[in-house]
């Protein structure tokens, strides 16, 4: 539908960023119980579980495990590829085609378009044209239906923040020019240096995601640097205590991912 004159279009959100895992537990005592995130929505789609936590300010945190048959195969390929671990970037947009077509105008070719849900449509960026990590554009009508949290979630710990998503790229004025130009993140920070540049965005959700330039100029795998390199959480109230920093190092190992607290 048109936007009327004088009306204002939503903004395009940095939404949440997606796990994928053989096993929750870890995820629901990780983000749940030591970073205090809540039961936002989830469910069952084809071949795959989804649950996603909220918190303070920042993206949400999506858990994602396969359910079997031949829609999981996609999730199951990830997991015995590369293990568990970050899976991809999610931004919720207020029109699919002209995100879209700005990203097409960048030289990319999205995959995986499907437009033909009226409540949701969906599309992605391959990591060699995201820059290391899938991204997903989606266009959502209206909220998520709502959903009961699953019973082993358990209590949610003190509020956190996702203060900061940092993202490892061979070519930071391309990533910079993707996630500006196609994905209405406004730049925040800029630090340019020889070996070391670095580039903050932020969304009005709170989200900022911090792009780095990889040191010798090479995109290469994810488990060798190039990608989402990890999260850093703040906590609302204070400090973290070390027992707090013992047992994230051990979940975020276990998750396949990289959590760092701000103490």
């Avoid at 990591?127 to 989606?138: M, N």
């Avoid at 940092?166 to 209405?184: H, S, Y």
């Avoid at 540049?197 to 009005?204: A, D, I, R």
Wanted: hydrophobic content about 40%; overall charge neutral.
């Amino acid at each position: 539908m048109p936007v009327s004159a004088g009306v204002t279009r939503p903004a395009i959100v940095l939404d949440h960023v997606a796990i994928g895992t053989s096993s929750l537990a870890d995820g629901w005592e990780l983000f749940a119980g030591l970073l205090g995130g809540c039961w936002a929505y989830g469910g069952y789609s084809p071949g795959f579980w989804w649950g996603q936590l909220r918190f303070s300010a920042g993206p949400k945190i999506e858990l994602l495990t396969p359910t079997g048959g031949p829609d999981a195969a996609f999730l199951e390929r990830f997991l015995a590829d590369r293990g568990p671990g970050f899976h991809h970037l999610n931004f919720i947009v207020p029109a699919i085609d002209v995100t879209l077509g700005k990203i097409r105008a960048l030289g990319a070719e999205p995959v995986g378009v499907r437009l033909q849900d009226r409540n949701w449509k969906e599309a992605f960026l391959h990591p060699r044209d995201a820059y290391g990590t899938v991204i997903q554009v989606a266009e959502q009508a209206g909220s998520p239906p709502s959903s009961s949290p699953p019973a082993e979630l358990g209590e949610s710990g003190r509020p956190c923040s996702v203060s900061v998503i940092e993202q490892r790229v061979a070519d930071i004025d391309g990533a910079t020019r993707l996630f500006r130009e196609a994905l209405d993140g406004r730049i925040v920070r800029r630090q340019d240096a020889a070996r070391h540049s670095q580039v903050e965005l932020g969304w009005p959700n709170g989200a900022t995601l911090r792009l780095v330039q990889s040191a010798d100029g090479r995109q290469t795998s994810p488990r060798s640097g190039a990608g989402i390199a990890h999260l850093e959480f703040s906590r609302d109230d204070g400090a973290f205590a070390q027992a707090d920093l013992e047992k994230v190092a051990i979940l975020s190992r276990q998750l396949g991912v990289s959590v760092r607290l701000r103490t």
